[in-house]
């Protein structure tokens, strides 16, 4: 079983940052791509972004240039930093994890974090 444990979550005001971590533990090679999703009031869960164990990132049209995901393999964990943030970028965003069957990963992966709550507004 693979554990995810996400942080970083928070209120912030429009134009401003926020970073999301997830820790992985568990059986950590059942995994091989990490992804970030997320789900606002009223709406779908959407594809954020993603990255590989190898490091190659992915990014919606609507995050490029504003957020970036990282991995740190020595702690096992997967950052997003997401800066000018807007209203618009208010959900509860997820960590997933799971094998890679296709790029980018639209099908969601099997093993999900908690979620944090991320809020934008003035």
């Known amino acids: 079983q693979v554990q995810l444990v996400e942080s970083g979550g928070g209120l912030v005001q429009p134009g401003g940052s926020l970073r999301l971590s997830c820790a992985a533990s568990?059986?950590?090679?059942?995994?091989?791509?990490v992804a970030w999703r997320r789900q606002g009031p009223g709406k779908q869960r959407e594809l954020v972004a993603a990255?590989?164990?190898?490091?190659?990132?992915h990014y919606t049209d609507s995050v490029k240039d504003r957020f970036t995901v990282s991995r740190d393999s020595a702690k096992n964990t997967v950052y997003l930093q997401m800066n000018s943030l807007k209203p618009e970028d208010t959900a509860v965003y997820y960590c997933?994890?799971?094998?890679?069957?296709?790029?980018?990963?639209?099908?969601?992966?099997?093993?999900w974090g908690q979620g944090t709550q991320v809020t934008v507004s003035s």
């Open positions: 568990g059986s950590t090679a059942n995994f091989n791509a």
């Open positions: 997933n994890a799971g094998r890679i069957t296709n790029w980018p990963p639209q099908s969601e992966y099997p093993y």
């Open positions: 990255i590989t164990i190898g490091g190659s990132p």
